[in-house]
C-alpha cells in the first residue's frame, strides 16, 4: 500500500553522518510495533500497564471502522446521519456557528480553511452553492469578538423564517464542561432560544451537540431533547478526533466529501502498518525528527508553502505540544517545540532566523504540487516602472516553485536541515492522509522517546487555579 502524499527528506538525509537514519530503524519499527500492540490492546479490552493509561489509541481504526459500518448499516449508520444533518443544516439554514477549543475545534478549522473558498464566508448563498456561513467560536475568553458575531446575527424573529436569516449552533466538547466553550454554548444557546423561542422545534434541530457520552453537556442535550447529537468516543483523544464527529460534522456541513477524507486516512495507516522504512511516511518522518531533534534541532517549523494549510499547521502545533511536550518518569523535559509558518509570507519575519539565527531547527515544507485553480499570470504593462515585464511569461505557482527552491537551496547551504511533504493536490483523500499521518507520526515517536502521547495532566493546573479565582 502507498499513500499519494510523499515525504522526501532527503535534504536533511545529506546532512546526517552516512547510515544515520538507518541505525534508527531497528528502534523505529519495535516503536511501530507497539504502537500496532497498543490499538490491539485497545480493542480487545485487555488490562492497560500504569504507564500507558491513558491508552486513547482509539482514533488509528475508526475511520475504516466508520467506513464498515456504512456499509453494513447505510442509512442507519453514524456517517449517514451527520451527512443527513448537515443536508439539513445547509438546506435550512445560512450560518452556523461551530463552538469548541483545542482538539474540539482546530481540525474543523483546519479543513475549512484548506478546502472551502478562501473568502467563503463573503459569498452569496448561492456562489456558495448553499452551504452555510461558518465561524468558529468558544475558542477563547474575549468578550468584544463574541459580542461582535452576536450582534452581526440575525436577531429579529419575524425574520427568522428566512433560509438565509436563519442561523444553528453546533457545540463540541467532549468533557462537555470545558469553561470557554461552555460559558460560549449559554450565551449562543441564549441568543438562538430568544430568536426561535424556547423550546420551539427550530432550537431543538439547531443546536447540535457533539460531546462524550456523559458530561454536563450530555445532560444539558437530554434534559433539552435536541433533535440530532453526536458522541466522541471514550477512547478517542480531543487532539486525535478530527475522523469523528468533531470534524466529520462541520466538515460534512461545509460540504466536504467525510468519506474521502476517512478513505485518505486508512490509506495512510495501511501504509504505516506495512510500508517498510525508506517509503514509509511516518516512519520517516519520525526518523528525521528525532535524528535531528537528538542533534539539537529541538524546533519543528511546520513550513506551509500557501495560506490554506495555516491552520493545519496550528492544529499540528496542538497535537506535537499537548502529545510529547510531557516530563519523563526520570525527570527529562521531552518534545520538540513546533513552529508553523506560511510562505512565502513569513520569509519577511522569520526568514533571518531560519537562514542565520541558531541551529535548533528542523524545518517540514508542506507543498502542494497542482494548485486547485489555473494559476494566475503575471501581467504585460506597457510601461515597466517595475521592471517585471520579464517575469510576464511566468504564473504565480511559477514564482512559487522560484521560491520554494531558492529558499531550500539557501538553506542547504548554510547547512540547514530541511524535508518535503508533497500533497498532489488539495482535496479530502489528501487531507485525509496528511492528518492521520501527523498523528500516527505523534504517536510513533511518543513510543519511541518513552513519553505517553495520550492525555494533557499538564493542562489541569491552570484550569483548576481559573475555576478557583472564580469561585471567590
Ligand atoms: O486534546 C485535547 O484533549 C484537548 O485539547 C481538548 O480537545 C480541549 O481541551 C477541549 O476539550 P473538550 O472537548 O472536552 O471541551
Redesign the pocket.
Known amino acids: 500500500m502507498t499513500a499519494s502524499l510523499k515525504y522526501d527528506p532527503s535534504a536533511a538525509w545529506k546532512l546526517l553522518p552516512e547510515g544515520g537514519v538507518a541505525r534508527l530503524t531497528p528502534a523505529l519499527e519495535a516503536a511501530r510495533a507497539e504502537v500496532l500492540a497498543d490499538i490491539e490492546l485497545f480493542e480487545t479490552g485487555g488490562e492497560v500497564p500504569a504507564a500507558k493509561v491513558p491508552l486513547d489509541a482509539g482514533f488509528i481504526n475508526l475511520p475504516q471502522q466508520l467506513l464498515d459500518e456504512l456499509d453494513s448499516n447505510g442509512d442507519g449508520s453514524q456517517l449517514a446521519q451527520i451527512e443527513a444533518t448537515a443536508t439539513m443544516l445547509r438546506d435550512e439554514v445560512d450560518r452556523v456557528v461551530s463552538l ?5 475545534y482546530m481540525g474543523a478549522r483546519a479543513l475549512f480553511e484548506a478546502l472551502c473558498h478562501p473568502w467563503h464566508n463573503e459569498l452569496s448563498r448561492d456562489a456558495r452553492g448553499g452551504v452555510p456561513r461558518i465561524y468558529f467560536e468558544g475558542n477563547n475568553v474575549d468578550s468584544d469578538v463574541q459580542r461582535a458575531l452576536l450582534t452581526m446575527l440575525p436577531s429579529d424573529a419575524a425574520a427568522a423564517k428566512n433560509v438565509t436569516d436563519r442561523w444553528a449552533t453546533v457545540v ?5 464542561g ?1 469553561l470557554e ?1 461552555a460559558i460560549s454554548f449559554r450565551l449562543f444557546r441564549q441568543a438562538l432560544e430568544n430568536y426561535y423561542g424556547a423550546g420551539s422545534d427550530e432550537v431543538k434541530r439547531y443546536i447540535v451537540p457533539v460531546t462524550g457520552d456523559v458530561g454536563k453537556l450530555r445532560n444539558i442535550t437530554s434534559e433539552q431533547g435536541y433533535a440530532a447529537s453526536y458522541p466522541i468516543p471514550d477512547g478517542v ?3 486525535f478526533s478530527i475522523f469523528t464527529a468533531v470534524g466529520l460534522l462541520p466538515a460534512a456541513i461545509l460540504g466536504i466529501d467525510i468519506r474521502e477524507l476517512l478513505r485518505g486516512a486508512v490509506d495512510m495507516t495501511e501504509c504505516f502498518r506495512s510500508a517498510a522504512a525508506g517509503s514509509n511516511p511516518v516512519l520517516d518522518y519520525t526518523a528525521v525528527c528525532h535524528a535531528f531533534e537528538n542533534r539539537g534541532a529541538t524546533i519543528r517549523v511546520l513550513s506551509t508553502w500557501g495560506k490554506r494549510l495555516e491552520a493545519a499547521g496550528l492544529w499540528y502545533d ?1 497535537l506535537l505540544s ?1 502529545s510529547l511536550g510531557k516530563t519523563s518518569d526520570d525527570g527529562e523535559y521531552k518534545g520538540a517545540t513546533p513552529i508553523t509558518g506560511v510562505n512565502t509570507r513569513d520569509l519577511h519575519s522569520r526568514g533571518q532566523q531560519h537562514q542565520e539565527g541558531r541551529l535548533d531547527k528542523l524545518i517540514t515544507n508542506v507543498i502542494v504540487k497542482s494548485a486547485n485553480s489555473e494559476p494566475l499570470a503575471v501581467p504585460h504593462f506597457e510601461s515597466d516602472l517595475d521592471d517585471l515585464n520579464r517575469y510576464s511569461n511566468k504564473t504565480v505557482a511559477d514564482v512559487l516553485s522560484a521560491a520554494i527552491q531558492g529558499t531550500n537551496q539557501a538553506y542547504a547551504d548554510a547547512n540547514r536541515p530541511t524535508a518535503d511533504l508533497v500533497l498532489p493536490t488539495l482535496n479530502a483523500h489528501t487531507l485525509g492522509q496528511f492528518f492521520q499521518m501527523l498523528m500516527l507520526a505523534t504517536v510513533l515517536e511518543g513510543r519511541l522517546i518513552g513519553i505517553n502521547p495520550y492525555g ?1 495532566p499538564g ?1 489541569e493546573a491552570y484550569k483548576k487555579n481559573t475555576m478557583a479565582l472564580l469561585a471567590k
Open positions: 469548541g477549543i483545542g482538539g474540539s463540541i466538547s467532549k468533557s462537555g470545558t466553550t483523544g480531543g487532539r496542538q499537548e494533557q493542562v
